[in-house]
């Protein structure tokens, strides 16, 4: 029968969203964590700032601000 061989194929592609679904929820986490009070990864605060401060647009220049 056709019907349970599609049905057969939906459901290990649902499978398959599952776990990826679910990697991806194991990874944030992770991430989540590294920057709870107490526990902020130095590296990864990093990684964001640079990440914001390299998303502006053409012809912006980011410029470090002394605080002292």
Not at 25 to 51: K, M, N, T, Y
Request: neutral net charge; hydrophobic residues 35%.
């Amino acid at each position: 029968m056709i019907i349970p061989a599609i049905t057969d194929t939906r459901l290990a592609m649902r499978k398959e969203l599952l776990t990826d679904l679910r990697d991806q929820r194991q990874r944030l986490q992770h991430r989540i964590s590294l920057l709870e009070p107490g526990s902020v990864d130095p590296d990864l605060v990093q990684e964001l700032a640079r990440g914001q401060l390299m998303d502006g647009g053409p012809g912006q220049v980011a410029v470090p601000r002394n605080t002292h």
